[in-house]
């Protein structure tokens, strides 16, 4: 078949078909500019570099503009849908520090009726090296019964139009990776 079919533990998921294993940690060509920002004095820590949560919002607020470019309107979350965050996992590779523009990226990694899974690199482009990656599972909810609830046929297309215009054609470096302590 045209897609790689993973087990998320409910249904078999349309995925990315990687063709390789990613070579270095840069963003795939055909990755959606989903950000662009600067860091602004207000992220900085008391190690003098962005904090954790704002490296964690920057990968947010990309989350929602590639749902917006996926199709996700307003006048579709009016109507009584949604995708709610379940699990997220965050790679900080460089510091990012005071002024430094950003650029994110975002990859559609698979789907199913009621799942979404995306891939993110956070781009110091000053530098050109990948400071962050996130990845993120979303599931498609019913917000006034406030469950999972399987995608309307729109939103389904929506995300099968996703996968095959922002696939990742390589395995990217960080998915699937568990937290580990580098000895």
Known sequence: SKWTQTSWGSTDMPSAPFQAEAADEAPQANA???????VDSSWI?????????????????????????MGFTEDYRMSGYSFFSVQGMMRNLRECRLGTPLKV?????????TELHIYQYIVDTDRMITAATGRSMMVHVDTKARKRIAAPDYMKACMAD????????VRPR??????????
């Open 105 to 113: 990226w975002s990859e559609m990694i698979s789907y199913s009726a």
């Open 174 to 183: 960080g998915l699937g990776l568990a937290i580990a302590a580098r000895a």
């Open 32 to 38: 959606l500019l989903a950000l662009e920002t600067t």
């Open 162 to 169: 996703a996968l095959r215009r922002w696939p990742p054609l």
């Open 45 to 69: 820590d008391y190690n003098g570099h962005m904090t954790e949560w704002q490296y964690y919002k920057v990968l947010a607020d990309a989350g929602e503009n590639f749902l917006r470019a």
